[in-house]
């Protein structure tokens, strides 16, 4: 299993929503958590974006999520929350990035076809664990 690096103040950290919408006020919590530990954080394009009861279009969604993947500058890609709508992507992803600049893939729920996917076809390890959705609910993580 290929093991991306340990995170460090300064790393560059995206967030996206690949499944459900999500508000900027769900979100702004844990950019304030991530940035108290120094880390750089860049919101997904289409982050707020709303199609029914997805974080946008399919296309869009694979648009930040893809960009996320190929930016040798990220360090771990946050999945916003779960919900339904990941699994639309996987056959339209190319993880090629993934091996030249391995990176953290952090979420639960939906978000672990992700996982499943990224294992299988990289090797890569991921973190099932805390997505902004939910980081104001867990007294631990600040």
Request: aromatic share 6%; proline share 6%.
């Amino acid at each position: 299993m290929i093991r991306p690096d340990s995170l460090k103040p300064g790393d560059t950290v995206h967030i996206v929503a690949t499944a459900r919408k999500i508000s900027r006020e769900e979100v702004e919590p844990s950019v304030k958590l991530l940035e108290s530990w120094g880390l750089k954080v860049v919101l997904g394009g289409h982050l707020f974006a709303a199609d029914d009861q997805f974080a946008g279009s399919d296309p869009q969604r694979l648009e930040d999520l893809q960009k996320a993947i190929d930016d040798p500058d990220v360090r771990a890609i946050f999945c916003a929350r779960g919900g339904y709508g990941s699994t639309r992507l996987i056959d339209d992803l190319s993880l090629g990035g993934l091996t030249k600049h391995p990176k953290w893939l952090v979420g639960y729920s939906d978000i672990t076809a992700l996982h499943l996917h990224f294992s299988r076809h990289v090797g890569i390890e991921t973190i099932h664990g805390t997505m902004p959705v939910n980081i104001h609910k867990n007294p631990d993580a600040s």
